[in-house]
């Protein structure tokens, strides 16, 4: 059963352009959640979506950040005109559906995307 | 606004001693709450966890321990090994939704 996803693993993008990251959920999983850790801070909460639907996007810019979870496919975060400010590492996590027992509350990461803008 | 805070940057304990790490939370909410372990260049992984309801649970070398009442829970590790220096994270939870700690590291020495 293989882990959560996330490709690529390191991005290089220069300023100005688009950053799409993609995360493949463990198998079941029908729950994603997106983060975002700036160098020497913690995980920050950015987007939580289920299939087709975005549940909480509390912590999302308001400007330049997407994500979506198409019925096919993975879950997608894009960031349009990227800044220097944006470079950090992306890390998605998946789970089963929390509204069940709390034990479904653990979320499952991957490897995490290392986003850097020059 | 910060939900939940580990006050604690770094640790540093000798191997075969016991390591506690700590977590304080501001919303009466959460529900559940958990730690996850982090090396580098790798994502978080699950560690241990405990509902609200409860103040103790305990697995192997690890136990979490929830004091509701001066919403504060702690991770302690014993006997510690070097295997374990990590960043550990504590999260809390309400409604599916994880707010994370900025993290401890531990450093393990032999």
């Known amino acids: 059963n293989a882990g959560v996803m996330q490709n690529p693993r390191h991005l290089v993008r220069r300023r100005g352009q688009e950053a799409r990251l993609r995360c493949s959920p463990m198998k079941g999983h029908s729950h994603v959640y997106w983060y975002r850790q700036l160098p020497e801070e913690g995980l920050k909460f950015m987007v939580y979506?289920?299939?087709?639907?975005?549940?909480?996007e509390s912590g999302m810019p308001k400007e330049r950040f997407s994500a979506e979870f198409p019925k096919e496919g993975p879950s997608i975060l894009r960031i349009q005109q990227v800044v220097r400010g944006d470079s950090a590492a992306y890390f998605c996590a998946s789970s089963l559906n929390p509204s069940g027992d709390t034990s479904f509350y653990e979320q499952y990461f991957g490897p995490g995307t290392r986003l850097t803008v020059t | 606004d910060q939900q939940v805070k580990q006050n604690s940057p770094s640790l540093s304990v000798q191997e075969g001693r016991i390591s506690i790490l700590n977590c304080d939370y501001t919303n009466s909410m959460f529900d559940y709450f958990l730690w996850y372990k982090k090396y580098p260049a790798e994502g978080p992984t699950f560690l241990i966890s405990?509902?609200?309801?409860?103040d103790k649970n305990e697995d192997g070398r690890f136990t979490v321990f929830l004091n509701k009442s001066a919403k504060h829970l702690s991770l302690h590790i014993v006997p510690s090994q070097p295997g374990d220096s990590a960043v550990y994270f504590c999260?809390?939870?309400?409604?599916?939704?994880?707010?994370f700690g900025d993290g401890t590291t531990l450093t393990v020495k032999p």
């Open positions: 979506l289920q299939k087709e639907n975005i549940i909480d």
């Open positions: 405990i509902s609200s309801i409860k």
């Open positions: 999260a809390a939870t309400n409604a599916g939704k994880s707010t």
